[in-house]
């Protein structure tokens, strides 16, 4: 039996900026969109590591028009804890095959809360219950 047929998968890493362009898209087509653009960017990819050059042309010059020219600001905290919550949040969707209710059971989160932690938007809603009734 060859490495084909025995199921052998290929590990990929992301450029720090492709991660960022990835984690700013609003996804809307959701999962499936981001499943197609990672599978397009590991083809596309000449070795194991997806950058820029591997992302849909769209994605790119729409984050580069956007991105500020050479800025020395740093991130706010704000900002830095949404990104970190997005990556947490898709690696919990990987974990869970895909099934983003499962996600948010895992992550101890309501489904809204998850769908709002993906799109950027700040954490102020009203704390998380669990099933005893304690907020948490």
Request: aromatic share 2%; with cysteine.
């Amino acid at each position: 039996m060859n490495q084909a047929n025995r199921g052998l998968v290929q590990a990929y890493e992301l450029e720090p900026r492709a991660e960022q362009i990835l984690l700013a898209h609003s996804w809307p087509g959701n999962l499936r969109e981001l499943e197609n653009v990672i599978n397009r960017a590991c083809i596309l990819v000449d070795g194991h590591v997806i950058g820029l050059e591997e992302l849909p042309a769209e994605m790119t010059s729409r984050a580069t028009a956007r991105a500020p020219a050479a800025s020395t600001h740093a991130a706010s905290l704000r900002e830095q804890i949404q990104q970190v919550e997005a990556q947490i949040v898709l690696r919990a969707i990987g974990a869970a095959d895909g099934d983003r209710r499962l996600a948010a059971q895992r992550l101890g989160i309501s489904l809204s809360s998850l769908y709002a932690k993906l799109n950027g938007k700040p954490s102020e809603a009203a704390p998380e219950k669990t099933e005893t009734g304690r907020t948490t």
